[in-house]
């Protein structure tokens, strides 16, 4: 007869455990009161932040043929970098034929909140080491900072308009720009100029991830942020003698198009910063939450017995793979210093998020939001 | 490419412009200075070299070459190396090594130059990793350009090239795969040479515009780049002696 | 042809021998024997058809148009097609992007001027039907014999049009030669110590590396570098191969191009 099999307890190396039972890995750390990245449950990583000098406004870059970026961020916590990067377009907006006077009408725009905040258009890429075409990742998370930004209002639509200036050249060969923002005397030149057509900055952004080590959305959204509030808007002019210009080309006599020969021209030494409105303001935290399995404890001598485990905990920063691999349930949460809160998301997975969690996590993001905010 | 939308990003308006800078008002005299500067300065970098940056791939490193002479002039590259690792499909008795390069934040190199780097770079170093020695896998470099602003415009693409090389050198040696040498590149004026086994093999030679030194022998040419590779490969040398004895 | 391990280092060895021993049995300077047919597209104002004795074959078209010279910067744009390749794959991306930037910077685009106001704008589309080895050197014969015979038609309007609002006019028939200089661009095979010219596929399997030489203006130009021909048996190699394909060109493109001519 065959011997009885003998049970032997297995040991693995902690990396090797933590490939292949992350959750077993999990929870044994959380009964330690630890998480696998050695912090407590509600502690977060710490966010080092630069603008990495690459804008072409930064005193490095003016002048530098080419570049076009009008803001920048290097965002790095923990392992993972994040570098976005702003540059502008500027499209011209439909103005209705009849609103030719200044006014900011706003009656209508009631009703449609979302029309009077500008956009941003980021394209999020997160290396790992393939090329093709973009991940679902990476486009969820692309589409859900454009909505957010735009939800949030965060960028006026007025901060996006151009106000253009008109470059003279005065008979000795020197030319200057004068911005109706800036010389009031000089408004009879350029209000028959200005009135007609409209224009405004459109802005992309470039979201670059290195190290990609947890969920990535608060990073991007908080890299984006500071990104955006180094942004600076170059001023913009047309040529005076261009501005009431238009040439007929005749296309073998059947039709004629009018060509525009003007263009807008940025001025590559004059800059504003992007007006962000500052209620608005708001940084990004996650958190997970955790059903504590009693089975994957550590034994613990008989004493400890009675103590009470908690059912479940909430982890604030949710990092590495293991982490990510055992939380389902997640929380969002876009808020600023005094709970001004622009977007709010949790996911019920498997474990049950608390109504006390969902208040902890609101609490623990408006502090983070207070921290994130003295660096920008 | 133009004709087809493209669902996957979000693009922004159709009818957008792109910015157009005003030059005509950039004082010429400053940028002509900055140019003589750059030229002058070609084996006259600060070189900062750290490996291991980007934590999910097989080595990294990341190289910050600023002119001495000119602070703002630096190149800002970020190279990771996946691999080896397994290749799919048919039976290969040597590792291939494949290199994509991006612009992380400013796109101004033309696409098809992009790929002419790709297939240089891939054929220096095809010439330089012990592919024997990974049989059945695949290699694959990445190189993320974060900054670049060397001077005059013109100077630009071969000081990327050269950096490239010696990223790519780094990240290998961080990765822990074999290579044959330490390879890195010198440059001289617009020509970028890649050299190994202590300057006397050539394994990459490039060259694109005839103006700044048509009337110059080849030979001297690569003369002058190799004093630039001995001191980009001291540099690389004594920052690898550092490190070993750092986590020693 | 695919060909064995053994075959590859028997042919490494007759390559790396001095003088190197050819499969096809041609010297280190020698080319293989290349048939060119010119201006056989009615359609197109020029056009080559170039078939190598390796079966190799590729025809350029040379289409023209007039431009505003203001609103276009590059006057000259190739597009490469090769039979069997994506459009999107680096041999084919590389060879057009070397051929676009070669042509934009050794041809003065002074000589593609019309008017004040106006230029030619060269459109150059190749095909390459099947090709066994490196297609750079034939791709750039072809280009060389299609520009030569391009014929553009003869302008009969006032060439100083920059205050008139004119569009610049032509003769009904006549054409007059399209008169520029054309870059070609040679591939050289190192193999050990030796450097042939015109590698076949063979050759360039077993060959320790590229180099890529330009000839324009009658002497040697950019870009020169080295070029991947295998992925196998890439090595590094001395500088003096450098200088010697430079010098094997400098002695050889004066009679190819005489050959072209002819």
Redesign the interface.
Known sequence: MSEPVELRPVTFHPEVLARIAPDLYMQRHLSLGLRPSLRAFEEFRNVEISDGRLSCASEDSINVVGNNILGSNVLKCGKTMVITSITGGIVEDVVPAKSVDNDFSEPSERTNRVSQFGRVYPVVEVERGRVGAPTDEEMTLSQRLYNCILHSGLIPKRALDVSVGIRSTNSEGESSVVYPDEEDSSNAVDTPFRSKRKWSYTLYAKIQVFSRDGPLFELCWNSLLYALASTKLPRAFVDERTTDLKIPISMRGRSAVIRETFEIICDPTKYLPLSLDAANKAFASNFGVLEIDPEAQLPKDDDDMQEDVPGSVLLADVQGESEEASVSSTISVVTNADGNIKHFRAVGGTSKITIEMIQQSIKLAKLRALDLKAKC | MLNTTDRRRILGPANAKPLVFDRSSVPVEENQESAKKSSVSTGNDAIYIENGIVVNCNGSSYLEVRSRTNDKNCTLLLTSIYGPRPSRGAFNAKATLSVQFKEVTLEKIAAGQIKEICTFLTNVFNAVVNLERYPKSGIDVFLSLIHSSSGQQDFELESIITACVNGITLAFVDAGIEILDTVSAGMYKRNVTAFMKNGTEVVGFWKDDDEQSSSENILEIVEKCKEHYLTNRKTMIEFMVRNKNASD | MVMSLTEKRYLQECLISKPPLRPDGRNDDQFRPIEVFTDFLPTSNGSSKIVASDGTECVVSVKSKVVDRSLEDDLIVVDVDITGRRDDS??V??I???L??VLL?QIDQEQLRLTQKYSFKLYIDVLVLSSYSHPLTLISFAIYSALNSTQLPTLISSEDDLDV?ELPTFHDYDMSKLNIDIPIMFTLAVCGQNVIVDPASSESDVAS???LVTWCKG?V????????LN??Y??????????ES?RLIEILAPKVLQALDG
Do not use: F, M, V
Request: no cysteine; charged share 25%.
């Open positions: 680096p041999l991306q590389e057009a992007s070397i676009n930037r910077l609002a590396n590229g180099i002497k130009g950019a870009p020169i570098r080295t070029l991947s992925e196998e890439t090595r590094g190699i001395h500088p003096d191969r450098l200088a430079i």
